[in-house]
């Protein structure tokens, strides 16, 4: 591969993009943090040093993320075994069941959780009615709520890899340790387990850093339990902008060391490994007791996934009021969806959080394309920079991003590379381009590595220049880590709440900002019908992406 | 005037050479073979040839023509590829249009070519087919059609035959000799395997190291070669460390453990000084015999059948493994024998500078 002058010339345009974008605001909230009225100053760190309340807020960041582990951990794991290694009854349904919180996004899975488990939530209306209680049985608040909400939707990820994992494992190594006069228990701690390290370590990793930038969860539920991102947006408010920067400084550096203390454990973009021989077979359940019980657990379990979205659906057929201490509501009505469609006020919302996904979406796709083609494929010097440069804000929290934006163009000097973007319509873009270049890069950088490199210049030798090579050949056989990369992109902004929250404007609210101001108002029915929408959008894309993937 | 010229070419990586100075020409309509063990700058050579590369010094001449710095698309050089490089979204007659469409063929002329190029590797009918449909043996066909179809000046071929299993790698190297004779085509190809440079090649060249050891014929190469290496890499041989005692009567007398033997001296080559030498031998310049005066005495350790005779491996007293040619019931393993040159071994013995490898 030739590394030709015009590669390596967009390569440093895209590696300056990417420096501004990405690592510049991280700077300027640094700065900000110890620069005050007068010049430098470290006030401020003495103030957040000072101030248990900040302490408070970094320690409750660290132990519910380090206890979101272990709780995704005991329930997904098992999950896995049971899934890979049995033939229940209703299997392969269940186990597509059982990836469903994935298509919730953060807020939308929250409020489910409330309309369900909070004080006037149907499971509790229920106990309560069942128990006889004067109270409702339980106060959905604190971190008990927190890490309920972040096990129910980060048990996916112990289960995903470790599937994964389980079915990358040749069955003849079962075969070879039985074999070898291995008792079950040997076989798993000696053949099985140390096979699955890589996928735990890629899961608790996944499950700590999603739980450190958990917002919506603890912003609903956390009551006078502080983490530290909405101990940010709530010292933002105050208006102690220095201050917001310090403690965005602390949460980043959590974030990094803990990346840092895991590393060597970043989920692989092949999480089950070469894939030699076959997967073991999955075992029939012999023992017709055994196969009752473990189906009827299996199944309970997943109507308990399946709560949340099927209340979503219920609540958003509830008219305005009608439903308060009944146990499933007295009316039903389509209005909620209506007013969604007919209401320009209320429609906006589904409007704006349309062209924001996609105009982020294209927008990462293509820098991600870029990046991996003259990084990759041109290996231009400084390729490995970009690629880090377009993973990085992975490591960082949205909410840290969210502030660094707003800090870094908030106001007008394009001499430093600074633009009043705060405000206006593009600041949501840009912001959700930033947060979704690691999901969209790593898919696609994925693709652009499985990608022959000697078809590039069989093209070449065939007469064909770059355009057609790129459109005939290169595009097409990317279309799957394309269409992988632009879906999780598009459904992470769609849903996004964490960095809209700090960045939105009235006329750019997107659709998460509309279901917090209906809650607000106590409009359940139309935040449930806009939960519904967000919920069906990112399944369908989802599937898009996941089916289109396999197909090409 | 040769129609393709190599002229010097250097190329390195990090400082050291994979290619050091390699000259070559070739008439129209050649096929020559590239041979070298791995890691000889052979596929780098070839990416010179195509383009892919640019070399650090010397040129590349086609037709007259300079094209050492013209990109690969300009270049009118057809390859296949080691792992055939198909495209693998596009159909069998997709791929053969591929280059065609490139040059601006459209419509029945384009139909009518990709069926002429599919009729020549004999696929008429799996035009529609995907790649991925196709057996190893048919998707090198269709590399090479498609590399044939917009009519390049040079066939370029990288380890054609590495990825078929060996049964077919015979049929399939004629297939493709007598396909390229029929066209016509200056190719130049590379391999590492030596009945394959000797069955396509007209000519065949020798590289180690980057560097070109030696260029001929065939037979020429395994009758008189340059060096140790390009004997030992060419046909089967055994090395034996000797003393050369001097020039006797046509020939030369050499000493190896306590035996003396006389050698015919093979013509072209000149006669090595008195001292230490290397002594390359061909297992049917050897026989043999009885343990006796001039045999150098031996123990059988293995036999191989090939055709109607076997091949020996006999451990001299020094520890010397040697391979000799005789009838299948000769000897049997176990046996001390003594190994002679045959009577007519002239041409299979050669001498070289010691440990010149
Ligand atoms: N792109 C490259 N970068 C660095 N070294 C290379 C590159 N291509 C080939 N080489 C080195 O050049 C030498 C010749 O390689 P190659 O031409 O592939 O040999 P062959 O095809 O005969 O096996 C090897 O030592 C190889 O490591
Ligand atoms: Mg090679």
Redesign the pocket.
């Known amino acids: 591969m030739i590394r030709s002058r015009r590669s390596q010339i967009i390569g440093a345009t895209l590696l300056l993009l990417l420096v501004w974008l990405v690592v510049y605001p991280l700077v300027l909230v640094l700065i900000e943090g110890v620069r005050g009225p007068e010049g430098w100053t470290l006030e401020y760190v003495r103030l957040f040093l000072d101030r248990p309340t900040e302490w408070q807020a970094l320690w409750g960041s660290l132990w519910t993320s380090l206890a979101s582990v272990v709780l995704a951990a005991v329930i997904g794991v098992p999950l896995a075994f049971l899934f890979s290694r049995y033939d229940l009854p209703g299997g392969r349904i269940l186990s597509a069941l059982v990836a469903l919180p994935a298509v919730l996004p953060p807020l939308v899975g929250v409020i489910a959780f409330m309309f369900l488990y909070g004080e006037t939530g149907f499971v509790s209306l229920l106990v309560q009615r069942l128990l006889r209680l004067q109270e409702p049985p339980w106060r959905l608040q604190g971190a008990g709520a927190i890490l309920l909400v972040h096990a129910y939707s980060m048990y996916v990820y112990f289960y995903l890899l470790v599937s994964a994992a389980l079915a990358g494992l040749d069955a003849s190594l079962f075969e070879a340790a039985a074999s070898l006069g291995a008792g079950r228990w040997r076989t798993l701690r000696r053949v099985v387990l140390p096979h699955l390290y890589p996928a735990l370590g890629g899961a608790a990793l996944l499950t700590f850093m999603t739980s450190l930038a958990s917002f919506s969860a603890p912003y609903i539920f956390g009551g006078g339990f502080r983490v530290m991102t909405t101990q940010i947006v709530a010292t933002r408010l105050n208006g102690e902008n220095a201050l917001a920067m310090v403690e965005t400084v602390s949460l980043t550096g959590l974030a990094l060391t803990a990346l840092w203390l895991l590393r060597g454990s970043q989920p692989s973009s092949n999480a089950a490994g070469g894939r030699k021989g076959t997967a073991p077979e999955r075992l029939p359940v012999s023992s017709r007791p055994l196969r009752l019980v473990l189906a009827a657990l299996a199944w309970s379990l997943a109507g308990v996934l399946l709560l949340p979205h099927l209340t979503l659906l219920l609540v958003s057929f509830v008219p305005l009021g009608t439903w308060t201490t009944e146990p499933l509501p007295p009316e039903y009505t389509l209005r909620n969806y209506l007013t969604l469609v007919q209401d320009p006020v209320r429609a906006r919302p589904l409007v704006n959080s349309l062209w924001l996904a996609t105009v982020a979406t294209v927008a990462a796709v293509a820098l991600a394309l870029l990046g991996a083609i003259v990084s990759v494929r041109r290996r231009i010097r400084g390729g490995r920079l970009i690629e880090g440069l377009l993973a990085l804000p992975w490591a960082v929290p949205g909410t840290v991003f969210a502030i660094a934006l707003a800090t870094a163009f908030s106001v007008n000097a394009p001499h430093a590379g600074r633009f009043l973007l705060v405000g206006t319509l593009w600041i949501l873009p840009l912001a959700y381009l930033v947060r979704n270049l690691p999901i969209t890069s790593r898919a696609i950088l994925a693709g652009v590595r499985a990608l022959d490199p000697s078809l590039d210049e069989a093209a070449a030798t065939l007469g064909a220049r770059r355009w057609r090579t790129l459109r005939r050949i290169t595009l097409p056989l990317l279309r799957p880590a394309l269409l992988a990369g632009a879906s999780l992109a598009f459904v992470t902004a769609f849903g996004d709440f964490v960095t809209s929250i700090i960045l939105y404007t009235y006329d750019t609210r997107p659709i998460s900002m509309e279901i917090l101001s209906s809650l607000r108002q106590s409009d359940v029915g139309v935040a449930a019908a806009y939960g519904v929408v967000l919920m069906l959008v990112s399944g369908a894309v989802f599937a898009l992406g996941a089916e289109r993937g396999s197909a090409g | 005037m040769s129609f393709l010229a190599l002229d010097g070419l250097v190329k390195r990586?990090?400082g050291?050479a994979?290619?050091d100075g390699v000259s070559l020409a070739l008439e129209r309509g050649e096929m020559l073979a590239l041979l070298?063990?791995?890691?000889?700058?052979?596929?780098?050579?070839l990416?010179l040839l195509a383009g892919f590369e640019i070399p650090d010094a010397g040129r590349v001449v086609v037709d007259g023509e300079d094209v050492t710095r013209t990109e690969p698309v300009a270049r009118r050089f057809g390859m296949v590829f080691q792992h055939y490089a198909l495209f693998p979204h596009l159909d069998v007659s997709e791929n053969v249009a591929f280059g065609l469409e490139s040059l601006g063929v459209r419509g029945e002329e384009l139909g009518r070519r990709v069926a002429q190029a599919l009729a020549l590797v004999d696929l008429a009918g799996y035009e529609r087919r995907r790649i991925a449909q196709l057996s190893g043996g048919q998707q090198q066909r269709v590399a090479l059609a498609r590399a044939l179809a917009p009519e390049p000046r040079v066939l370029l071929l990288d380890e054609p035959l590495s990825n078929l299993d060996p049964t077919l790698r015979e049929r399939t190297r004629r297939e493709i000799r007598d396909l390229i004779r029929r066209v016509g085509i200056t190719t130049v190809l590379?391999t590492?395997e030596q009945d394959e440079a000797f069955e396509l090649g007209d000519r065949v060249a020798v590289?180690r190291q980057?560097r070109l050891e030696q260029v001929g014929a065939p037979d020429d190469l395994y009758a008189s070669p340059a060096n140790l290496f390009v004997g030992g890499f060419v046909g089967r041989g055994s090395t034996l460390p000797v003393t050369v005692l001097g020039t006797v009567e046509r020939g030369v007398r050499v000493r190896i453990d306590e035996v003396e033997w006389d050698l015919e001296r093979a013509s072209a080559q000149p006669a090595p000084p008195p001292g230490p030498a290397t002594m390359l031998v061909r297992p049917e310049a050897l026989r043999l015999a009885q343990a006796g005066p001039g045999a150098l005495p031996a123990t059988v350790t293995g036999r191989r059948f090939v055709g109607p005779s076997a091949l020996f491996t006999v451990l001299a007293e020094s520890g010397s493994l040697i391979e000799v040619v005789a009838p299948p019931r000769a000897v049997k393993i176990g046996e001390r024998v003594g190994v002679m040159p045959s009577r007519r071994a002239g041409g299979g013995i050669h001498l070289f500078p010691p440990e010149s490898r």
């Not at chain 2, 070298?36 to 050579?45: A, I, R, V």
């Open positions: 990586y990090d050291t994979a290619v070298g063990p791995s890691g000889s700058g052979k596929t780098t050579t990416r590379v590492h590289l980057g």
